[in-house]
């Protein structure tokens, strides 16, 4: 995609914030057609942290605009600030939260510093920068120096505070930024696909980059191959996926600090599966022995809410197996365990409801994708006292399907992510597009509408409704797996 350049446009914060992310996102932030973006739930969901956050912060009236900072209002939003960036560029930032301290200003006894929140554990590279950001214009317009700005965050248990002393280095790096954020606007076309696609996910610009770097068998497709793989793979003349999938594992090893060549191994066999579309059986044993004799299967999902830690949904799907040795997945049961809080005394309840669940079904297996559930139900067991009769009883009933399928096969697919996996072998979710983080917005909108009287609606159908899906499409891999065998 090539474009015709507008220079006169401003460098904005939240086009910094993208840049900091990903150099092309900026970039097609600007100049990408509206039409190939994806709605991303993680957008909400920050806005949504947000506001609790400063929910929790603001104890006093606020205002709006300057005129609120003439007035001295103790919080001002909705300040638009303007001026010139290195080389006389335009810059513009819109600070979510502007919080009054003792100090000097143009307007009196006091002056403002920027507030922002902070998801995660820590303060990010971007974090930072939209704090120096915000406070080189703040402090050209109130006349006076900033020197820190404050990250907050709300948290299931308290609002946590961090300051950040705004440094001279540090507004020397966001001023060299700029200058490189500037000339990546100025390219005629996206720049280059970055070497850490993890990170993509929740971009809008996912399915667009994705097509690209399919198109360009960019060597990030290659589970397994991350940026410093990349730089390596590269330094030997490997530049794309087929290149790689045609190079020997012997002449990689070496080159990767591979004592055994498993991981050269790994690497070019999941290359050469994805360059011709074709699957390839790695451990001809049986991948799911357990389930030859077992009466019946328990499917689980969990939901959850990260900032709150808390799981507020485990989906459980009964599959019966009929006499003749086949299962029953046209009578299966959903049986979903709602979390309204997590409050020690309702974790209890939970685990009671979920113990019981469990004894009316014994010795079934309980099947699962990825270590997320199991590893979430054994410390609620163990944090619910269980003894460890109990503990080595719950171990040894999980199957962790992701794990047997990296075990036994190399699939022809760019992630071994439950959705990716599941469509390869024609599942389909009723509610496309849906996610995990989709799914946390509808909790958290079900969560705040609901009154004594409104314990349902639309948005807790939606979310059992994808819950259960993701149960299901863990069992249509198990299945694909069985008829493999």
Not at 273 to 298: F, I, V, Y
Not at 355 to 368: A, E, T, V
Not at 407 to 428: D, E, R
Not at 457 to 464: H, R, Y
Request: charged share 25%; with cysteine; proline share 4%.
């Amino acid at each position: 995609m090539a474009i015709h350049i507008e220079q006169d446009k401003s460098i904005t914060d939240r086009l910094l914030q993208s840049w900091v992310r990903c150099r092309r996102k900026a970039w097609l932030d600007r100049y990408g057609e509206q039409k190939k973006r994806l709605w991303s739930a993680h957008r909400t969901l920050q806005l949504d942290h947000q506001h609790r956050s400063f929910v929790a912060l603001i104890n006093k009236p606020y205002g709006r605009g300057l005129k609120a900072c003439q007035e001295g209002a103790s919080f001002v939003m909705g300040l638009k600030l303007k001026g010139k960036g290195p080389e006389d560029h335009l810059i513009e930032a819109n600070p979510p939260l502007l919080k009054k301290i003792e100090g000097v200003s143009k307007w009196g006894e006091f002056s403002y510093i920027p507030v922002i929140t902070r998801q995660g554990y820590k303060l990010t590279r971007e974090h930072k920068l939209s704090l120096s950001f915000t406070g080189l214009l703040l402090e050209r317009l109130q006349e006076s120096p900033i020197n820190e700005g404050i990250a907050i965050s709300k948290t299931k248990s308290k609002l946590e505070i961090e300051k950040l002393h705004l440094s001279k280095s540090l507004n020397n790096q966001l001023l060299q930024n700029l200058i490189k954020l500037k000339n990546d606007l100025n390219l005629s076309k996206a720049p280059p696909l970055t070497s850490n696609r993890r990170k993509c996910s929740i971009c809008i610009w996912k399915s667009y980059c994705d097509l690209d770097a399919n198109k360009q068998g960019h060597l990030s497709e290659v589970i397994g191959v991350g940026a410093k793989r990349i730089e390596i793979l590269q330094n030997l003349g490997i530049n794309n996926l087929k290149e790689l999938a045609n190079f020997k594992p012997s002449q990689l090893k070496e080159s990767l600090g591979d004592n055994n060549g498993e991981i050269a191994q790994q690497i070019i066999a999941q290359a050469l599966a994805q360059s011709t579309k074709n699957k390839k059986r790695l451990d001809p044993e049986r991948a799911l022995p357990e389930l030859d004799l077992a009466k019946g299967a328990l499917l689980y999902d969990i939901e959850s809410d990260p900032d709150e830690r808390h799981d507020f949904l485990h989906g459980l799907v009964k599959i019966n197996r009929k006499e003749n040795g086949e299962w029953n997945i046209n009578r299966k049961s959903y049986q979903p365990i709602l979390s309204l809080s997590p409050s020690p005394e309702n974790e209890a309840l939970i685990w009671k409801r979920i113990k019981k669940k469990l004894k009316n079904y014994p010795n079934w297996p309980i099947i699962h994708y990825g270590e997320t559930e199991s590893l979430s139900l054994y410390r609620l067991a163990k944090r619910q006292n269980a003894s460890e009769e109990e503990l080595k009883e719950l171990h040894n009933r999980f199957i962790d399907i992701h794990s047997r399928l990296r075990k036994h096969w190399c699939l022809p697919i760019n992630s071994y992510g439950l959705k990716t996996v599941a469509s390869l072998i024609g599942f389909q979710w009723h509610k496309k597009n849906a996610d995990g983080p989709t799914a946390l917005l509808w909790w958290r909108q079900w969560r705040n509408s609901r009154s004594a009287t409104k314990v349902y609606s639309k948005n807790l159908e939606n979310i059992f409704n994808y819950n259960k899906d993701d149960c299901l499409a863990t069992w249509a891999i198990a299945n694909w797996m069985i008829k493999q065998d």
